[in-house]
């Protein structure tokens, strides 16, 4: 059987130590996982590298809230793709489409660009998931030079994808990667290596700890409306993907 890629999808610098603890093979580094991932920060991709030396892919996503961005913030995409490629990511991970949730081919080509110039891998992330023609897409992705595609086969999770997964790799035929995430864990990860036939998984598996250090004014948040308890923050669970990736393929 052909070996298996783990990539961990990681919102901090100490989430990428703890996935190269347990044996990932890649990352994906974001800020507000919350949100589906933003771009990160300069100082955590170096931290990350500088630390782990292991590969990582960068999140550029100027906020949250779908994927057809004003002006400027593309202006403010293109310049956190500069910064993040001059500061040693291994890759751009990125999505752009059109109000009607068709692909913009030419802001996908401008990052793409950027990246290949610069000799480094890109990702076009699960924006794909919503597109109306995933097959359409491809092909274009393909004719940019893309190097893979995130996608939970347009499903809210990726093991009910799987056959949609399945059919993009088949139709890939190895011009551009397929990467299944979203909803992976131990209890289902190796149905759904099986039923895709994929070389490549994309996960999260987080456990939290604690900060007392707001605990004289239990009253206070700093968040929205959700108000999430202030004394906790999650943190890759190094344990449980090191027992993922001690079970994979190859």
């Not at 597109?131 to 030079?145: A, R, T």
Request: proline share 3%; hydrophobic share 40%.
């Amino acid at each position: 059987m052909s070996s298996v890629i783990l990539e961990v999808c990681c919102g901090s610098a100490d989430d990428v130590i703890q996935a190269h603890k347990a044996g990932a093979h890649r990352v994906e580094l974001n800020s507000n996982l919350f949100h589906g991932g933003l771009t990160p920060t300069i100082g955590e991709l170096v931290v990350a590298k500088r630390e782990t030396g292991m590969k990582i892919m960068t999140m550029v996503r100027p906020r949250e809230g779908g994927f057809c961005y004003t002006d400027a913030e593309f202006a403010t995409a293109i310049e956190d793709a500069k910064q993040l490629l001059a500061n040693g990511t291994d890759g751009l991970v990125f999505g752009f489409l059109h109000q009607d949730g068709t692909l913009d081919k030419e802001r996908t080509r401008i990052l793409a660009e950027l990246a290949q110039e610069a000799g480094k891998e890109t990702v076009f992330h699960r924006a794909i998931d919503v597109v109306p023609d995933w097959k359409e897409v491809l092909d274009v992705l393909i004719e940019l030079g893309i190097t893979r595609v995130l996608t939970s086969g347009q499903e809210p999770d990726v093991s009910l994808g799987t056959d949609t997964v399945r059919e993009m790799i088949q139709y890939a035929a190895g011009r551009i990667q397929i990467l299944p995430g979203a909803g992976i864990t131990a209890r289902n990860m190796d149905r759904i290596i099986s039923e895709t036939g994929c070389d490549q998984i994309h996960l999260a598996a987080h456990k939290t700890l604690s900060d007392t250090s707001v605990n004289n004014n239990r009253a206070i948040y700093y968040g929205g409306a959700l108000y999430p308890p202030e004394d906790r923050f999650s943190v890759i669970d190094s344990d449980y993907i090191g027992g993922m990736v001690g079970r994979l393929p190859g």
